[in-house]
């Protein structure tokens, strides 16, 4: 069984959750996923006080990664 390698996954295998804390209002963080993974591959340090906040940044964080990645 081989691993897939970064350059073998698309731009539609990533996504961005934004997950908020269910006791506290106003901290919402964002996750990247990758297809197949069940945790994160990336998560935001900072708490956002609304969730598209945190949408943005986690988008502009995931444009990011695929730069990096030679994806985007």
């Known amino acids: 069984m081989s ?5 073998d996954f698309e731009l539609v295998d990533y996504s961005v959750v934004v997950k908020g804390h269910a006791r506290l209002v ?36 995931l444009r990011s990664l695929l730069n990096t990645l030679g994806i985007a």
Do not use: L
Not at 39 to 44: F, G, L, V
């Open 26 to 61: 106003g901290r919402w963080r964002w996750e990247i996923y990758r297809a197949g993974r069940k945790t994160p591959i990336d998560r935001s340090a900072d708490q956002f006080a609304t969730i598209g906040a945190a949408n943005r940044a986690g988008k502009e964080a």
């Open 3 to 7: 691993m897939a390698s970064n350059q």
